[in-house]
Each structure stands twice: as C-alpha cells, then as structure tokens.
C-alpha cells in the first residue's frame, strides 16, 4: 500500500491471472475491498480482465447498496471481446451485469484507455464505440501502446492524475 497525505493506493494483484476464474477473482476482491470501506472517494483501476472484474464487482456492490457510489472507474486496456479468446477468457466476454447501475455507481466518470495496436484486441474503434454506447465512458485511444503491459505508462500516468480530481 502506498500512502500519501491524501491518497492511498491499494493495488490487488489478481490471483492466477493467468487463468482468470469470475468467482475466485470477486471473492478476492471483496476480502481485500468490502463494501464498509467503498465510497466516493473510492476510485478502480482495471487493466485487461481486471477491467471486467471491476464491473463485475461493481454491480454487485450496487445491488446489495443501491446508494453507493464511488468516485469512478478507469479501465486500461479494457476490451468487450478477443480476436482469439482462450477458453479461460470467455466467461468474461459476455459478462451479464446492469450497464446503467454502472454508470450510476460510477458517478458517471468512466474512463478507458485503448490501444490503437493491442494484440488481443484489433478494432480498437468498435471497442471505443461499445464502451461509450455500455456505460458513457469517456475513452482515449493511445498510440501504440500495445497492452500496456510496458507501453503507454505516461498515457496511464496523464489520465490518472485528470480522472482523480
């Protein structure tokens, strides 16, 4: 955990990302963020499958709150679908969650960050459009910057420091 004098950062390394099971990684994310600790000033982060785990617990914390909000979403590398899913992947592709609770308990602040080059996702404008159509995300297409695993880290940096005002 990282500290400042008005930011804390808890960063969740999902576990066996490399095989991203729906049920293990919101059980995860509800012992390291229960809901007692969420509230306005709670912003996610997501990258890849993280981004669709976030609104997967999102919309769970709505239903058992229907007042929650938070401060807002970024997702990093966020995707709707896979050129070339691995059967790990597609339980998360059509993940069924209210798209307008979303933006509600979002305070409508959602940002994506995309690449125009990732290699797990190569229309990168459909993928602009079905964020922007699903939950009015606010969505910036950055140059070459892959997956952001290495590339695109000041793009990351930028839009943080915008999105957390």
């Given at each position: 955990m990282i500290r400042d004098t008005s930011v804390i950062v808890n960063p969740l390394s999902l576990p066996n990302w490399d095989n991203p099971d729906i049920t293990t990684f919101l059980s995860f994310i509800e012992r390291r963020l229960p809901q007692n600790e969420i509230d306005s000033n709670t912003y996610f982060v997501g990258h890849s499958v993280g981004c669709k785990a976030a609104l997967l617990y999102l919309s769970e914390l709505q239903k058992k709150n229907k007042s929650l909000k938070i401060g807002g979403l970024m997702c990093v590398a966020g995707w709707w679908t896979i050129d070339t899913p691995w059967p790990q992947l597609e339980q998360w592709i059509n993940i069924s969650v209210d798209y307008?609770?979303?933006?509600?308990?979002?305070?409508?602040?959602?940002?994506?960050?995309?690449?125009?080059?990732?290699?797990?996702?190569?229309?990168?404008?459909?993928?602009?459009?079905?964020?922007?159509?699903?939950?009015?995300?606010?969505?910036?297409?950055?140059?070459?910057?892959k997956h952001f695993n290495t590339d695109g880290l000041a793009a990351i940096l930028d839009e943080l420091l915008l999105f957390c005002r």
């Open positions: 307008e609770k979303i933006k509600e308990i979002c305070n409508h602040n959602i940002v994506t960050l995309i690449s125009d080059n990732d290699p797990f996702t190569s229309d990168t404008l459909t993928n602009k459009k079905l964020w922007e159509e699903k939950v009015n995300a606010k969505v910036r297409i950055v140059h070459d910057a």
